[in-house]
DNA sequence: GTAGGGTTAG
């Protein structure tokens, strides 16, 4: 239902203060419109959204509505940026009532204000829309980053927030542009938002790129954590460089990063995956010296690549060790044990290991195929 | 938020 028209109209104080360019033409550019701008106009816009009279009825004179421009919202926003709560509902009023189109800048400045004040949710949603502009990652940027200029933003955590809104879409390679376009301007990404760009690049098997992102924010002064130190030995793996896996390892130790065992099953992995059990089998027996202990992750991978070397006998013996240690083994691993031992023949061994499992209440699947 | 098990985007 529409609202009538407000009684004394004279009182709205947005038609005492049109903007006189009222008659510019329509090509104009909003920095053109700037210089020449009824200042009262705009004030008395920030006044109405402070105010408590209906906004409604406020904006309900057509001839209002046809003046106000983006550059004006842009301004009341400015205006507003301590309430970013109050500017976002003006911002939402505007577009979802008055179907009003907004400009790249008022959503770029609203994003960065609600940032500040910790108001994650509706900036990231306020992202979303202004993605499905179909703007470039740099277009955005830019946006981004004369706003955050502009306003002296105290956080730059409405870029991390762009850069996740990539990966999370699974546009890592846009996530790239925007985190190279930041380093460019010295601005740094959290490190949680990066590492969830690297691991999205090693998802998207760009090995490569997770490497040169590394050095380059490392080069800068970024201090990775011990989930971009894994993202990293992960790639250096699938890359078959497992001398700098190593390396990366070493490094992050000496710099006293405390690396939890996943980093390290990790390496095992790449090692088993490129055939060097032997090695993998020795970062697992220096494992205790650090601290750490292998896991049902680290028994089954090793198992699983001593299988691929057809060492079913040490993988016997390791899987002994993981039940001894009460592990239940996957179901992979043991179905790759027994399918081993059975074509070698050891058929004693493979009963040995359904005994052992039979007291922890497992039975393989492969049993089926021992008849 | 990071890892293993044949598994990979665009």
């Not at 200042?39 to 816009?45: A, C, D, G, I």
């Amino acid at each position: 239902m529409k609202l009538t028209r407000p009684h004394r109209p004279r009182t709205n104080p947005l038609i005492h203060s049109k903007p006189r360019n009222l008659c510019a033409s329509p090509n104009s550019t909003p920095k053109d419109d700037d210089e020449n701008d009824d200042p009262h106009f705009v004030s008395n816009l920030s006044d109405v959204v402070r105010g408590k009279q209906s906004w409604k009825m406020a904006f309900s004179d057509p001839f209002i509505s046809s003046s106000l421009k983006p550059h004006h919202v842009e301004k009341v926003l400015i205006q507003n940026i301590r309430n970013p709560r109050l500017a976002l509902r003006f911002f939402n009023f505007l577009g979802l009532h008055k179907s009003f189109n907004h400009s790249t800048t008022s959503f770029c400045i609203l994003i960065h204000a609600l940032v500040q004040s910790s108001l994650f949710w509706p900036a990231t949603s306020l992202l979303q829309t202004l993605l499905l502009r179909g703007l470039s990652p740099n277009e955005v940027f830019q946006s981004l980053l004369n706003s955050f200029k502009k306003f002296n933003c105290s956080s730059s955590l409405g870029f991390d927030l762009l850069v996740q809104n990539y990966v999370q879409n699974k546009r890592v390679l846009d996530g790239v542009v925007v985190v190279r376009l930041m380093r460019e301007c010295k601005i740094l990404p959290e490190v949680r938002t990066l590492n969830a760009l690297l691991n999205g690049l090693v998802r998207s098997r760009h090995f490569n790129m997770v490497l040169q992102l590394f050095d380059e924010l490392v080069n800068v002064g970024l201090r990775p954590d011990a989930y971009m130190y894994t993202a990293m030995v992960k790639s250096l793996c699938e890359l078959k460089d497992l001398h700098k896996a190593n390396e990366v390892i070493r490094y992050a130790e000496s710099n006293g990063c405390e690396l939890s065992v996943v980093t390290y099953n990790v390496l095992i992995h790449g090692l088993c995956k490129w055939q060097r059990v032997w090695e993998a089998v020795k970062i697992k027996n220096l494992l205790s010296r650090k601290g750490l202990k292998a896991d049902m992750v680290t028994y089954c991978t090793l198992v699983l690549g001593l299988c691929k070397v057809q060492e079913f006998e040490v993988g016997m013996a390791l899987m002994k060790e993981m039940i001894e240690m009460g592990f239940v083994p996957s179901e992979a691993a043991l179905s790759g044990l027994m399918e081993g031992l059975r074509r070698k023949g050891n058929i004693e061994d493979a009963f040995d290991l359904v005994n052992k499992m039979g007291e922890v209440g497992v039975m393989p699947n492969c049993l089926l195929t021992m008849r």
